[in-house]
């Protein structure tokens, strides 16, 4: 992908998506709603959209599993990626074929973040990968990564770096491309 020119499912002059990728506890939601609200645009949470339609997402694995997520975040991720909007995709949105298909009409933001950093966010839990802790949260980034690499247009890291600057970085980033 590239941000140079017209991109893809742009033909009409709209603004594609923006769409933020990355491991759990990175910051995409986080980083998304406040970027929405300073460029004016709208914000859906894939994970906020799932739960709302079918229930808390630790519930969702304990009665469906996670196939049936799986199904249901990518439903959630064909109707949040609209153009002009911003959306937070949960870490393993990437997983499904159809969303990364999709995802090459957007313009991509891999949200990074250190495991130190990503220990202090995850605390009491309520993520069911992540039974087994930061070892699991270790091996579940190391495996997404070079898909959330593969489809990235930008990258931010949100280890250390005010959410504010963060927000200005990327702000900028879009208006150079005329996003």
Known sequence: MTADGPRPGDEAGTTPPLALIGPMAAGKSSLGRKLATRIGRTFVDTDRLVAL??????????????????RWEAEAVRHALTPGGVVALGGGAVLDAGTRALLEHATVVLVTVDERAAERRIGGGGRPLLADGMAAWRRIAEERAPLYRELADVELDTSRTPMAQLVDRLEAWLAERGL
Request: hydrophobic content about 35%.
């Open 53 to 70: 339609e079918h229930g808390p997402i630790p519930e969702i694995f304990a009665e469906h599993g996670e196939p049936a997520f799986r």
